[in-house]
């Protein structure tokens, strides 16, 4: 039974993705011709036209939320709590250390002018202990 399958998802995978892209481009069509010409005045669509404008907006705008890189908008938070769990370990000293080699890493980012450039130091500050704080 394994193997059928196994040699099945050839010609199962193409179809399934080829019977969604009909369901969505059917979708959007519908409601482009339902909706578009009566509050835009503007003019109906066929079932290719919706498959390229669907297309051409997962192109431009992405195709879901994803996994990404981490900092770049996709899902980079289980990270960012490992890194700030192992610099609130470190000591004063290794901390110090630690941002110096990211600084010259970095170029000196932080020193450079600009909205949002000097917020290098400030993050580091949001994972000092309660302790360390005061």
Request: proline share 4%; hydrophobic share 45%; aromatic share 16%.
């Amino acid at each position: 039974m394994r193997k059928v399958f196994y040699r099945g998802r050839f010609i199962f995978i193409p179809l399934a993705v080829a019977a969604f892209l009909s369901l969505i481009s059917f979708v959007v069509m519908q409601l482009w011709n339902n909706l578009l010409p009566d509050i835009l005045h503007l003019g109906t669509i066929t079932f290719w036209q919706a498959m390229g404008i669907f297309i051409l907006c997962k192109l431009l705008f992405g195709f879901g939320k994803g996994g990404g890189r981490p900092g770049w908008g996709g899902g980079g938070g289980f990270m960012k709590a490992r890194m700030a769990e192992r610099f609130k370990n470190m000591s004063p000293e290794q901390q110090e250390k630690f941002k110096a080699k990211m600084r010259d890493r970095m170029c000196n980012w932080n020193d450079r002018g600009g909205p949002g450039f000097g917020k290098f130091d400030s993050e580091w500050n949001d994972f000092k202990t309660e302790e360390e704080k005061k």
